[in-house]
């Protein structure tokens, strides 16, 4: 089965920039959506196909897509970012299911 | 705006069954191009898709609960439904539903809306 793996925890001091990866297979070939996770709260989406931002997300979020790693990028972080961030794809490659990513804790010294 | 709300009960034992459904309101769960879908998160861990359904009742399922997941859905009173058999206290979870779009044929996007969360707890 698919694998998205991501790097447990990511540290960022406030106005710098914080990058969060995401590996996969040749995951450049596919959709991938990221969502924010506030302790005791749902995930909200974030990004969506690989660069897209819904309505009322800042736009110092942002995404990227290449070869085997899909990357979120968060400029300019303020102590509100602070929170467990997770991928997303749609794998229909063998049996169509939705994979998530491992998840990565975003520390805002 | 659309809301999504789980509910079913808090405890279940071991070996039994847990049952849980989302009421959907603000919106049609007949909606063409999206799927409903279940999503779980043991205490402290990760994310866990589940499967989906769309109105029609074609479903997606986790491959890994597959012979344990049953999802349905009910266009009357726009809610859908997640059965899981056999439980442990592996089950134990917050069970969060979901919406997502369907791209094209079999082929998933995001998932843009989420209840708030049901904490399941699996136990005698």
């Known amino acids: 089965s698919y694998v998205l793996t991501q790097p447990p925890s990511v540290s960022v001091a406030p106005g710098k920039t914080a990058r969060i990866s995401c590996g996969g297979n040749?995951?450049?070939?596919?959709?991938v959506h990221w969502y924010q996770q506030k302790p005791g709260q749902a995930p909200v989406l974030v990004i969506y196909?690989?660069?897209d931002r819904p309505s009322g997300i800042p736009e110092r979020f942002s995404g990227s897509n290449s070869g085997n790693t899909a990357t979120l990028t968060i400029s300019r972080v303020e102590a509100g970012d602070e929170a467990d961030y997770y991928c997303?794809?749609?794998?229909?490659?063998?049996?169509?299911?939705?994979?998530f990513g491992t998840g990565t804790k975003v520390t805002v010294l | 705006q659309l809301q999504l709300q789980e509910s079913g009960p808090g405890l279940v034992k071991p070996s039994e069954t847990l049952s849980l459904t989302c009421t959907v309101s603000?919106?049609?769960?007949?909606?063409?191009?999206?799927?409903w879908g279940w999503i779980r998160q043991p205490p402290g861990k990760g994310l866990e898709w589940i499967g989906i359904?769309?109105?029609?009742?074609?479903?997606y399922y986790n491959p890994s609960l597959k012979s344990r997941v049953t999802i349905s859905v009910d266009t009357s009173t726009n809610q859908f439904s997640l059965k899981l058999t056999s439980v442990t206290a592996a089950d134990t979870a917050v069970y969060y539903c979901?919406?997502?779009?369907?791209?094209?044929?079999?082929?998933?996007?995001?998932?843009?809306?989420w209840g708030q969360g049901t904490l399941v707890t699996v136990s005698s």
């Open positions: 359904i769309y109105f029609s009742g074609s479903t």
């Open positions: 997303q794809v749609w794998d229909s490659s063998s049996d169509h299911q939705n994979v």
């Open positions: 040749n995951i450049g070939s596919k959709s």
């Open positions: 603000g919106g049609s769960i007949s909606s063409s191009h999206y799927f």
């Open positions: 196909y690989d660069t």
């Open positions: 979901a919406r997502q779009y369907e791209v094209e044929l079999a082929t998933m996007g995001e998932l843009d809306y």
